[in-house]
């Protein structure tokens, strides 16, 4: 199974249950509001709300620019929608709106650590929309509109920008045009063609395709060879049916009168209108090495499939995540918003717009460092045909595209605040990606690249049968489910769940010619054990864990997935009888634990109840290994209740006398201890011991015991709003992972996916 096919498409693609059942797991919806500040006590209370709260009422008052200092305002944006042209989908209301409102929202802070929220508004009417919005201004840093229909969008957006003293940025403008110009920059170079000679046809005249027409004009292109159709054809001089002010502004002297007309001999054609638009004759008709962006969103005006069946010399581009060169607006609005607050910018001005195209240009044709290539669906891209623009998850986007905008900001004199040094911005900027979210992606392109036969041992549970689905839709590998056939096919019919996708594969270990095999193998390993051959034989006929074991002990699985059915420490012992820890290693537990942009492993979490100073040696290196194979630099902290000696204790000699033991190893990673988790979290509380040898804070926790590790482990998760992975087997000589019993299909997918990673590496 490859993870692309001959159209470069990736393996991204989702059932519409999964899309379903991803919004609705849980708490409904994709976003949810935490507090920032303590509300604990009655001191909390006092400075958070009456009377505390009445001083910077007062401040801001007196002087409005301190809101950005006292208030949410300087990093919350409003993503507002009326849903008159939800994606291409077109109008299906306010309401239906909300799941890409939403989404827009969270991409905001997954991608620039900008707050946001959706706000959608029920109205069709121009100036009932403006009067709602123009009065909500002291509320945010910024407004995002989205996905209001052409022309109503125009009017209403220059009024706003107008009235408001805050950017007023409709993305499926602005947002849009500046990707498509910063693709087509580079399109234009590839091909060798100068923009003031190229032939361009826009299909679609609304609210994106009229903005990356004026914004491309701005750029340099000749307007006459600029020609736009929308449903009713060419927009030629004099034409009357179904034209407004926006459109006639690009109307120009031409016979042509259809598509197909106006795409023969073209150089480059965007669509931005619907499904389905363009034709193979009219993308035949095209001049040599053709420029094609289709991108009508969820499908495109016509698939990179379709094209290269009849042409092998186009430049393509679409909305898509799940094709290269994706010409979406998820490139502009996080990073342009994440610069223009950052500089109190009172608005989004043309100069921010042509820095954020020509730096997001530039960054295509930049070498792709090694951190960044896991990030480009397994390969490292070069600037070419396949690799116009950036992929979202380039890690590099945060740090480069809000210089820009911040820069053209302050150079255009609409900045409220002046930064200083943007190379320092520049830095921080780095630290605010969320870094685990670029790591399962980077596990889920590696695992692609090389796939991977997964068993998943309780293959009569729904939650695993969906997993397996999942696993099998994106093209890590093939699922082996562990069960019944009847039972589960009963079961699966139930729920809607395809278990004939290709992909799928269901054991029956009843019928299984491979039972003999693994019974003996588990004999051998466990006669000395008290274990008679009929007692290895009922484990291998009985139980899926032991089945699943051997399966991958033997080599017919690459890793195996279990434990919503068994307790963690049950599961693993099951697994134990099965296979021996990898030699030279220790086997623990991992566990990620993830807030506010900042991961860190904490071992062990899982396996060792009380380690001794050589087993806390052991952890720490186990742990740091893992560190870096998820592309992390390790800097292990050795936890205690006491800092460097102080107060003195017998378990704090232990740990003590673990950092010894590495001193005499001489590993090759930072380590350093014993500490408190203050000093090896926070910076400034480290700053007191100047002798520490970490270069930063810590990302790797090394806890004392079990019961610490599971219990801060769990307070994170449940009081601190971390999210917390695993923890993952480390250690063993094959690939397993143990969900917890309370595990989502997500989290089992991911742990499937980590299976499949460890089983490569
Ligand atoms: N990739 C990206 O980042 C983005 C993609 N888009 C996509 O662009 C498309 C348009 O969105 P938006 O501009 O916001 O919507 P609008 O409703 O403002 O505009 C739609 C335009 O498309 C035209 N149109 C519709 N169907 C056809 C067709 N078959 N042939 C020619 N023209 C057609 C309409 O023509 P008429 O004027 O005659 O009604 C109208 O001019 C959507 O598919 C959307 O998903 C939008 C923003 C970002
Ligand atoms: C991507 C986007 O904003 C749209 O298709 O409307
Ligand atoms: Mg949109």
């Known amino acids: 199974m490859s993870a692309k096919d001959k159209s470069g498409r990736s393996a991204t693609s989702v059932t519409d ?7 609705s797991q849980g708490r409904p919806g994709k976003l949810e509001i935490s507090p920032t500040k303590p509300m604990a006590t009655q001191r909390d209370l006092s400075l958070a709300y009456s009377p505390g709260v009445a001083v910077p009422v007062k401040a801001i008052a007196a002087n409005p620019a301190t809101a950005y200092d006292y208030t949410t305002r300087g990093n919350m944006v409003a993503v507002i929608s009326n849903g008159t042209a939800i994606l291409g989908l077109g109008n299906l209301g306010a309401l239906a709106s909300k799941p890409v409102m939403e989404g827009k929202s969270v991409l905001f802070k997954r991608f620039a650590d900008v707050d ?40 209403i957006e220059q009024k706003l920008r107008e009235i408001m003293d805050i950017p007023v940025f409709h993305d499926d403008q602005h947002g849009t045009a500046i990707i498509a110009t910063a693709g087509l920059i580079n399109a234009l170079q590839l091909t060798g063609r100068d923009l003031k000679t190229t032939r361009l046809v826009c299909n ?38 179904g034209m407004n002010q926006w459109k006639s502004a690009h109307a120009v002297k031409t016979d042509r009168r259809t598509l197909e007309d106006a795409m023969d001999g073209a150089d480059v054609v965007l669509g931005l209108s619907q499904k389905g638009a363009f034709s193979e004759a009219m993308i035949r008709s095209m001049a040599e090495k053709p420029i094609i962006f289709a991108m009508a969103n969820p499908d495109p005006e016509i698939t990179p499939e379709e094209v290269s069946a009849i042409r092998d010399d186009a430049i393509m581009a ?53 951190d960044v290539a896991a990030a480009y669906q397994g390969n490292r891209p070069r600037f070419g045909p396949q690799y116009i623009i950036p ?69 009569e549970e729904v939650q695993m049968m969906r997993s397996a689905l999942a696993y099998v839709n994106q093209e890590l590998g093939t699922a082996l489910l562990l069960g019944r056939e009847q039972q589960m096919r009963e079961m699966a019919d139930r729920e809607g769940i395809d278990l004939d ?12 010619k ?35 074991a051997c399966m991958v002990a033997l080599g017919d699985a690459d890793g195996m997935v279990t434990g919503i059915t068994r307790n963690y420490s049950t599961a693993l012992e099951d697994v134990r009888r099965c296979i ?36 806390l040696a052991d952890i720490a290196e186990e742990a740091a290994g893992l560190a870096r194979r998820l592309g992390y630099f390790p800097r292990v902290a050795m936890l205690a209740y006491s800092t460097f000696g102080h107060p003195s204790g017998e378990r704090s000699e232990r740990v003590r006398e673990a950092v010894n033991i590495l001193d005499r190893r001489r590993v090759d990673f930072e380590y350093d201890g014993e500490m408190g988790a203050d000093v090896a979290l926070n910076a400034r509380v480290m700053e007191q011991y100047p002798f520490c040898r970490l270069s930063g804070t810590a990302n790797v926790l090394v806890m004392p015991a079990f019961h610490s590790a599971s219990i801060s482990t769990k307070m994170l998760q449940e009081l601190g709003g971390s999210t917390v992975i695993g923890p993952l087997l480390v250690g063993l000589d094959k690939s397993v992972q143990i969900v917890s019993m309370a595990a989502k299909d997500s989290d089992i997918v991911n742990m499937a996916a980590l299976a499949a990673h460890n089983a490569g590496s």
Do not use: W
């Not at 249950?17 to 919004?23: K, R, V």
């Not at 900045?415 to 980077?442: C, E, V």
């Open 318 to 370: 679409t909305g898509r995540s799940d094709y290269p060169n994706q010409v979406n607006n998820v490139l502009c609005f996080p990073y342009m918003f994440r610069g223009a607050l950052d500089v109190h910018a009172s608005t989004i001005n043309e100069a921010m717009k042509i820095a954020a195209a020509e730096a997001l240009a530039n960054l295509a044709k930049e070498d792709v460092p090694d």
């Open 116 to 155: 946001s929220i959706d706000l959608e508004v029920d109205t069709e009417d121009a100036d009932e929309f403006i009067n709602c919005v123009r009065f909500l201004g002291p509320s945010f840093g910024g407004i995002n509109l989205e996905d209001i229909k052409a022309p109503e969008c125009f009017i």
């Open 204 to 241: 679609g005249a609304g609210a994106a395709a009229i903005a990356c027409v004026e914004l491309i004009k701005s750029m340099g292109f000749a307007p006459e060879n600029i020609i736009m159709c929308d449903t009713k054809g060419v927009i030629y001089q004099g034409r009357t049916e």
């Open 501 to 512: 996708r290709p992909g799928i594969q269901i054991v029956n270990a009843r019928i299984s």
């Open 17 to 23: 249950q999964e899309a379903l059942d991803f919004h």
């Open 514 to 548: 491979r039972t003999g095999a693994y019974t003996d193998y588990l004999y051998a390993r466990l006669q000395r054990k008290g274990y008679l051959y009929r007692d290895a034989q009922r484990l291998i006929n009985n139980d899926r864990n032991h089945f699943a």
């Open 391 to 459: 992929v979202p998850f380039d890690p590099r986007l945060i740090s480069s595209i809000p210089v820009a905008v911040a820069k053209a900001a302050m150079e255009s004199g609409v900045a409220r605040k002046t930064l200083p040094d943007l190379a320092a911005y520049g830095r921080q900027l780095s630290a605010r990606r969320d870094p685990i979210a670029s790591t399962l992606q980077r596990i889920y392109e590696r695992v692609r690249r090389q796939p991977k036969r997964i068993v998943f041992a309780e293959g």
């Open 580 to 615: 021996d820890p990898k030699p030279g290693h220790r086997v623990i537990g991992v566990s990620l634990a993830l807030c506010r942009g900042r991961t860190v492993l904490v071992a062990d979490t899982a396996v060792h109840d009380m380690p001794s100073a050589e087993e």
